[in-house]
């Protein structure tokens, strides 16, 4: 069985503090005719985004039966430490544009994750996730309906760090927390408690390309 957990969305979480960055290190090239302090909008090339689980989180939902699998083009991996496994998620950066006055715009990812219930065989999955910069929030498409979009992520950005260069921006440190929509249906989906709104699911780190 492919390792356990993969938490994405958790994962795309690292690119709103990674655009923050990009805005600034753009404001230079604002557009002639644009109005003071505002910046021209920072169009997203690519890049990659990698999830790593909270301490605890990996063994919780094993002990409940419940398996996360990254769907592709995601990728996983597994770390074994002191404080138990911890899960690291990947996935592909595929576009977007942001503005930063006021900070806004979206930031697109591939891949997903299949919460599988190993006991019953009942499942659910995100995917297609979508960072909204105005509100730090990441959503998603739950079982490819493309009509069901819904708030997965809640972004923190208190203990993030930054890095500019010229054609690429890092962010490390921003922490994923589960929504009360997002707790609710995987609770009622796999009849638990496990999943609290607030939950801290990991932290984050990406690499975008601007």
């Known amino acids: ?10 994962t795309i979480a690292a690119l709103v503090v990674a655009v923050t960055a990009v805005g600034a290190a753009s404001a230079g090239t604002a557009r002639q005719g644009q109005p003071a302090g ?13 999830v790593t689980t909270a301490p605890g989180i990996a063994a919780a939902l094993l002990g409940s039966g419940i398996v996360p699998i990254t769907t592709l083009p995601g990728t996983e991996g597994v770390l074994v430490t002191k404080a138990g496994p911890l ?4 996935f592909p950066v595929t ?3 942001v503005s930063l006055n006021p900070l806004s715009g979206r930031i697109l990812h591939r891949g997903g994750i299949l919460f599988l219930d190993v006991k019953t065989g009942k499942q659910i999955m995100v995917s297609d996730f979508t960072i909204n910069l105005g509100s730090r929030v990441l959503t998603a498409i739950v079982n490819g309906n493309p009509h069901a979009r819904v ?11 930054l890095r ?14 589960v929504t009360k929509v997002a707790a609710s249906a995987l609770d009622a989906t796999f009849h638990t408690t ?10 984050a780190g990406t690499t975008l390309h601007i």
């Open 164 to 177: 500019v260069h010229r054609h690429w921006v890092t962010a490390r440190g921003i922490a994923a927390r």
């Open 1 to 10: 069985m492919r390792m356990l957990l993969r938490l994405a969305g958790t």
């Open 95 to 97: 576009g977007g544009r």
């Open 194 to 203: 496990l999943f609290k709104p607030g939950m801290l699911i990991g932290t």
């Open 87 to 90: 899960v690291r998620l990947g």
């Open 38 to 50: 505002t910046a021209a909008p920072v169009v997203l090339r690519g890049g990659r985004t990698v």
């Open 151 to 161: 708030p997965v992520f809640r972004l923190g950005l208190a203990h993030a760090t």
